[in-house]
């Protein structure tokens, strides 16, 4: 069984940071493409940096102020989010995509006060 768990998220003024996390089980961080994504109120989910074997990707909106990054041994992602600015305000979403289908986690809530 798959499970991607995020943790991380909190309440924080804009230029700061904060680190999200997301553990997978069932799966290999390693093997497949692992994604954080983001939904604001109102608005759909959308790509915020993906990773994969030799690649990563990122929103034009993030580029220079986030990093997505993985942890083999702990079969975890993480998004080390910089100069965070309301507009990143957020439920943000692991996700990997895998030859047996896409699995996403719970979400983790972002909030940025101006």
């Known amino acids: 069984q798959v499970q991607l768990v995020e943790s991380g998220g909190g309440l924080v003024q804009a230029g700061g940071s904060l680190r999200l996390s997301c553990a997978a089980s069932?799966?290999?961080?390693?093997?497949?493409?692992m994604g954080w994504y983001r939904q604001a109120p109102g608005k759909e989910r959308e790509l915020v940096a993906e990773?994969?074997?030799?690649?990563?990707v990122y929103a034009d909106s993030v580029k220079g102020r986030f990093t997505i990054s993985r942890d083999n041994a702990k079969n975890t992602v993480y998004l080390q989010m910089n100069s965070l600015k309301p507009e990143d305000t957020g439920v943000y979403y692991c996700?990997?995509?895998?030859?047996?289908?896409?699995?996403w986690g719970q979400g983790t809530q972002v909030t940025v006060s101006s």
């Open positions: 069932g799966i290999r961080v390693s093997f497949n493409n």
């Open positions: 996700r990997s995509t895998t030859m047996g289908g896409d699995y």
């Open positions: 990773i994969a074997i030799g690649r990563t």
